[in-house]
């Protein structure tokens, strides 16, 4: 039980952002939203997280709903080398992810 | 640092046979975990440790042990293996519950 619904692909164009959805409208007050990448069969990338309030760092933002039922994952000018299949997880206090099928990304010239 | 290594990167097993996949981390991590991937799937989650001499049940856990004698090592031992156990197999690292992880390159797993 992956705790969360994401698309199962989009497409992007080349120098566009990439707006990447996740529902996840079970989510409990102490329970992160973290995403990850995997490009090819590579191992995971991680690549933000946040609680409540909205994140960014050099890859990408996170935008998290007031009501923290779902987010999105921004990748604000992508490249061919950010198609890969995009991860949406919940995550609580234990080391315990649960990764859905994620999003198939595709960055088109 | 050389992150999270594993060994061997393929492998392939007869029915029936044992074996263990290696898992290192020398970012002094305590929590580690191992993950199967099958095609077209996302990770899902087999052991995980939160610390030497600490181990816990995934979401798959059945066939698999593992032991956490040390912080920097973490293998998983497969008791007999079955061609259900045809995998990619990961393992991952982080400083703590809430933080990153980190993934190991993976391990591809072939029982025929």
């Known amino acids: 039980d992956a705790k969360t619904t994401q698309p199962p692909s989009m497409d992007c164009a080349e120098g566009r952002a990439a707006n990447l959805p996740c529902n996840h409208s079970?989510?409990?007050?102490?329970?992160?939203v973290y995403w990850y990448r995997q490009i090819h069969s590579q191992g995971p990338q991680y690549i933000i997280h946040?609680?409540?309030n909205n994140e960014t760092n050099e890859m990408a933002s996170l935008i998290i709903t007031e009501d923290r039922k779902s987010s999105t994952l921004i990748l604000p000018h992508a490249t061919l080398r950010d198609t890969a299949v995009y991860y949406c997880?919940?995550?609580?206090?234990?080391?315990?992810?649960?990764f859905g099928a994620g999003t198939r990304l595709t960055v088109k010239p | 640092n050389a992150g999270v290594t594993q060994t061997p990167k393929f492998q392939v097993l007869k029915t029936g046979q044992s074996m263990t996949l290696q898992c290192a981390q020398d970012?002094?991590?305590?929590?580690m975990s191992w993950y199967r991937q099958d095609p077209g799937m996302g990770l899902r989650l087999i052991h995980y440790?939160?610390?030497?001499?600490?181990?816990d049940q995934g979401e798959v856990p059945n066939g698999y042990n593992v032991s956490r004698s040390t912080t920097e090592d973490f293998p998983l031992r497969l008791l007999s293996a079955a061609p259900s156990q045809t995998s990619v197999y990961f393992c991952?690292?982080?400083?703590?519950?809430?933080?990153?992880?980190?993934f190991g390159p993976g391990t591809r797993l072939t029982v025929l």
């Open positions: 991952a690292s982080s400083y703590s519950g809430q933080k990153e992880q980190f």
């Open positions: 079970t989510i409990s007050g102490n329970e992160y």
């Open positions: 946040g609680l409540k």
């Open positions: 997880i919940v995550r609580g206090l234990v080391n315990d992810m649960r």
């Open positions: 970012m002094n991590h305590e929590y």
């Open positions: 440790s939160v610390g030497a001499g600490i181990t």
